[in-house]
């Protein structure tokens, strides 16, 4: 776990090659997936429904975002949707392999 969160932070800290804005999705992604892997794990005892409904709850956490986004007047945009299902599924695949 802790190992998790130092990257995490690294990821949050890096501006070389990424834009911040997919940065923040990334890590947005990962934070939302984190939280609803343990709660739905500690509550079903299931790894695997943890597994879909963490990842799940990335893609919508970045859906909503997006059209959050859309109806303040700005564009859907597919990168930014992308960059949060992947943070949501780094975090889960890791979660899941340990």
Do not use: C, P
């Given at each position: 776990?802790?190992?998790?969160?130092?990257?995490?932070?690294?990821?949050?800290?890096?501006?070389?090659?990424?834009?911040?804005?997919?940065?923040?999705?990334?890590?947005?992604?990962?934070?939302?997936?984190?939280?609803?892997?343990?709660?739905?794990?500690?509550?079903?005892?299931?790894?695997?429904?943890?597994f879909?409904?963490?990842?799940?709850?990335g893609?919508?956490?970045?859906t909503?975002?997006?059209?959050?986004?859309?109806?303040?007047?700005?564009?859907?945009?597919?990168?930014?949707?992308?960059?949060?299902?992947?943070?949501?599924?780094?975090?889960?695949?890791?979660?899941?392999?340990?």
């Amino acid at each position: 776990m802790k190992t998790i969160l130092i990257f995490l932070l690294f990821t949050t800290m890096s501006y070389s090659q990424i834009e911040y804005d997919k940065v923040q999705h990334f890590s947005a992604g990962a934070i939302f997936s984190t939280t609803s892997y343990w709660v739905v794990r500690d509550i079903t005892q299931n790894k695997s429904k943890a597994f879909w409904v963490s990842i799940g709850t990335g893609v919508v956490a970045g859906t909503f975002n997006e059209l959050f986004d859309v109806s303040q007047g700005y564009r859907f945009d597919w990168a930014d949707l992308g960059a949060t299902v992947l943070g949501s599924l780094t975090v889960t695949l890791i979660y899941d392999i340990l």
